[in-house]
């Protein structure tokens, strides 16, 4: 079982794929069967939004629309663990919102762990756990 997940701030998306072959792409490299990655795949688009736009390149997304297939993709593996750097940089509030509840469920239900980097407040105000880091150095750290 791969444990981890990554959600790059430059989204990372494979160009010549479609964003449901962008987000299938990690289970295939797990050998999982065709049906079984497309399903998910298409899940993973509609929790975030983007279920009608499966077949579309990611130059035919926005910029926010690119970060949320990342996102499905970061979570297509069911990783225990999900790094993101600036996962809601580009997302407007609405679609920030909506990742952050997936995320939150995921975190409730499935014992998913998501460690940010970020400088979006919403993120932190969701966090359970806080650490500022400023010049290198661990600046606070506390709980909510």
Do not use: W
Request: charged letters at 25%; proline letters at 3%; aromatic letters at 4%.
């Amino acid at each position: 079982m791969h444990t981890i997940g990554f959600v790059f701030q430059a989204y990372n998306l494979i160009p010549v794929l479609t964003a449901l072959e962008n987000v299938a792409f990690i289970m295939q490299l797990q050998g999982k069967s065709n049906s079984e990655c497309t399903m998910r795949a298409q899940e993973l688009l509609r929790q975030v939004g983007l279920e009608d736009r499966g077949n579309s390149r990611p130059s035919q997304l926005s910029g926010g629309q690119q970060q949320r297939v990342a996102v499905a993709r970061a979570l297509a593996a069911k990783p225990r663990f999900v790094l993101a750097d600036e996962p809601t940089a580009n997302l407007d509030g609405a679609s920030t919102n909506r990742l952050l509840t997936i995320m939150e469920h995921l975190n409730k239900e499935e014992n998913v762990t998501f460690v940010f980097s970020t400088h979006d407040q919403r993120v932190v105000d969701k966090a359970h756990r806080v650490v500022t880091v400023e010049d290198g150095r661990v600046k606070n750290d506390e709980r909510h």
